[in-house]
């Protein structure tokens, strides 16, 4: 593990996504953009590692504005002094434009205290002429420095030359694939934070009262029995009308993101408010995505306090939102822990519907019992007449209906079929995506028998 510290603004998040290779982390001129441990894979000349990259290590050479702004600065630095404590190497990256100060030397102190190995870089020196300016940081005792532009990518190749000299030897471990990628989503405050943490089992997100702590997205992998599931937390997403200043942009940017990298979204909501227009417009985002949705339901233990009914909840929910039906809904209280350990096994059955594939025979059964059980309806003076469905993709499922007609198939008709399929396939969480393809014979389906209603009688 190769961890990266520094003060604020020294480019920390610049190098770290310069070596994992792409854009993991938030970078901006605004101090304190990171404040989790944001982790990663890597790879140099052949050999792996975990790369972090800490928040600011301001160790009181910056009086905080507000209590408030005192607290988090205190949890940044408690954080950074974490990922020390468990990295192999520690590379302190200094602001080469700014010049060495007392500030950086008790940083560099601090760490040194904990034995690990440290590497001092010096960065934002981005042309050649500018690193005989940084003798001076040789003042902080180190025997090398390294010279690097993050930005410019200048010098990183012969810093992680001298990083994986200083790790230990090398154990091949084949790192499997999570067996889901499942992500939290939702306004900001509404305990998505501490939700990870309990399901982590460890404190891996910052949490606090304020609005938009997270920034970054956050990872961590957790098991449930022999099941691998990787859980990224994200920032808070506000209507895009109270969006405001860069690096709230930027989260909301990463959090929607995550949407397309995730298979199963968790939806938190929070159960004194309820859900509101902007949680369904969340979940219309998901939906139009395509991914499987579990709604979590946290705070219930205040909501209880307030009268709250579960039934009577689910029931709302599902009338003033009725295309959140196909969504598995938990109630939990990430404060008590009560509920939370439904979160996962929920996560895991979406998954599963979510790409769950069926035989044709199975399909075509459901097909006639549907139709036996409610009449297909009349489109422009023409009988609807369903011949015969086959699976066509996955991830969501899709079905396509060969039909005498593909166009103003009722809306009614299309939930019924929906509903029917969905129940008989067991297929919660995951939406399910219907086509309907004319056809003009009863011939051309690959030597089976076209199933309509009338001969399945």
Same mark, same amino acid.
Not at 281 to 298: F, G, K, P, Q, T
Not at 415 to 437: D, I, K, M, N, V
């Given at each position: 593990?190769?961890?990266?510290?520094g003060?604020?603004?020294?480019?920390?998040s610049?190098l770290f996504?310069?070596i994992?290779?792409r854009?993991?982390?938030?970078?901006?001129?605004?101090?304190?953009?990171?404040r989790?441990?944001?982790? /990663?894979?890597?790879v140099?000349e052949?050999r792996?590692?975990t790369?972090?990259? %800490?928040?600011?290590?301001?160790?009181g050479?910056?009086?905080?504005?507000t209590a408030a702004? %005192?607290?988090? +600065?205190?949890?940044?630095?408690e954080?950074?002094l974490?990922?020390?404590?468990?990295?192999?190497?520690?590379?302190?990256?200094?602001?080469?434009?700014?010049?060495?100060?007392a500030?950086?030397?008790?940083?560099?102190?601090?760490i040194?205290?904990?034995?690990?190995?440290i590497?001092?870089?010096?960065?934002?020196?981005?042309?050649p002429?500018?690193?005989?300016?940084? +003798?001076?940081?040789? /003042?902080?005792? +180190?025997?090398?420095?390294?010279p690097? +532009?993050?930005?410019?990518?200048?010098?990183?190749?012969?810093?992680?030359?001298a990083?994986?000299a200083?790790?230990?030897p090398?154990?091949?471990?084949?790192e %499997?694939?999570?067996e889901?990628?499942?992500?939290?989503i939702g306004?900001? $405050?509404?305990? *998505?934070?501490?939700?990870?943490?309990?399901?982590a089992?460890?404190?891996?997100a910052?949490?606090?009262?304020?609005?938009?702590?997270?920034?970054?997205?956050v990872?961590?992998r957790?098991k449930?029995?022999?099941?691998?599931?990787?859980?990224?937390?994200?920032?808070?997403?506000?209507?895009?009308?109270?969006?405001?200043?860069?690096?709230?942009q930027?989260s909301?940017?990463?959090?929607?993101?995550?949407?397309?990298?995730?298979?199963?979204?968790?939806l938190?909501?929070d159960?004194?408010?309820?859900?509101t227009d902007?949680d369904?417009?969340l979940?219309r985002?998901?939906e139009n995505?395509?991914?499987?949705?579990?709604?979590? @339901?946290? *705070?219930?233990?205040?909501?209880?306090?307030?009268?709250?009914r579960?039934?009577?909840?689910?029931?709302?929910?599902?009338?003033?939102?009725?295309?959140?039906?196909f969504?598995?809904?938990?109630?939990?209280?990430?404060?008590?822990?009560?509920?939370v350990?439904?979160?996962?096994?929920?996560?895991?059955e979406?998954?599963?519907a979510f790409r &769950?594939?069926?035989?044709? /025979?199975?399909? $075509?059964?459901?097909?006639?019992? &549907?139709t036996?059980?409610?009449d297909?309806p009349l489109?422009?003076?023409?009988?609807l007449?369903?011949?015969?469905?086959?699976? @066509?993709?996955? %991830?969501?499922?899709?079905?396509?209906?060969?039909s005498?007609l593909?166009?103003d198939?009722p809306?009614?008709?299309?939930?019924f079929l929906?509903s029917r399929?969905?129940?008989?396939?067991?297929?919660r969480?995951?939406?399910?995506?219907?086509?309907?393809?004319?056809?003009?014979?009863?011939?051309?389906f690959?030597g *089976?028998?076209?199933i309509?209603?009338? $001969?399945?009688?």
């Amino acid at each position: 593990m190769v961890v990266l510290v520094g003060r604020a603004n020294a480019g920390k998040s610049t190098l770290f996504n310069r070596i994992v290779g792409r854009n993991r982390a938030i970078t901006s001129a605004i101090a304190g953009t990171t404040r989790d441990l944001n982790i /990663a894979r890597a790879v140099h000349e052949g050999r792996e590692f975990t790369i972090v990259d %800490s928040g600011g290590l301001e160790l009181g050479g910056r009086a905080p504005a507000t209590a408030a702004s %005192s607290t988090m +600065s205190v949890r940044i630095v408690e954080e950074a002094l974490r990922g020390v404590a468990s990295a192999d190497v520690v590379v302190f990256v200094l602001d080469g434009r700014a010049g060495l100060s007392a500030a950086d030397e008790e940083a560099v102190a601090v760490i040194r205290e904990t034995g690990r190995p440290i590497l001092i870089a010096v960065n934002k020196l981005d042309r050649p002429a500018q690193e005989a300016g940084a +003798s001076e940081f040789y /003042a902080l005792g +180190s025997d090398q420095l390294f010279p690097i +532009s993050s930005a410019h990518e200048r010098g990183i190749g012969e810093l992680l030359d001298a990083v994986i000299a200083l790790l230990p030897p090398s154990q091949p471990t084949a790192e %499997s694939q999570p067996e889901l990628r499942a992500a939290l989503i939702g306004r900001p $405050n509404v305990g *998505k934070s501490s939700i990870l943490n309990r399901l982590a089992g460890f404190t891996r997100a910052m949490v606090d009262d304020s609005p938009g702590t997270t920034r970054d997205t956050v990872d961590v992998r957790v098991k449930v029995g022999d099941r691998d599931i990787l859980l990224i937390d994200t920032a808070g997403i506000r209507r895009p009308t109270r969006v405001s200043g860069e690096l709230e942009q930027h989260s909301v940017a990463r959090a929607i993101e995550t949407i397309r990298r995730a298979e199963v979204l968790l939806l938190v909501v929070d159960g004194v408010e309820g859900v509101t227009d902007q949680d369904a417009r969340l979940a219309r985002l998901v939906e139009n995505h395509d991914r499987a949705l579990v709604v979590v @339901v946290n *705070k219930w233990d205040a909501a209880a306090k307030l009268k709250r009914r579960v039934p009577a909840f689910a029931r709302d929910l599902h009338q003033r939102y009725p295309f959140l039906d196909f969504a598995a809904v938990v109630f939990t209280s990430a404060l008590t822990g009560d509920g939370v350990s439904e979160i996962l096994p929920a996560a895991l059955e979406a998954g599963q519907a979510f790409r &769950a594939v069926f035989q044709t /025979a199975l399909l $075509n059964r459901i097909l006639t019992e &549907a139709t036996a059980a409610l009449d297909p309806p009349l489109v422009d003076r023409h009988r609807l007449n369903l011949m015969y469905v086959t699976q @066509v993709g996955s %991830s969501p499922p899709k079905f396509r209906f060969f039909s005498n007609l593909e166009r103003d198939i009722p809306v009614h008709y299309v939930r019924f079929l929906e509903s029917r399929f969905r129940e008989a396939l067991e297929l919660r969480g995951t939406p399910l995506r219907f086509e309907f393809r004319k056809t003009a014979s009863r011939a051309g389906f690959g030597g *089976k028998r076209p199933i309509s209603r009338t $001969n399945s009688r």
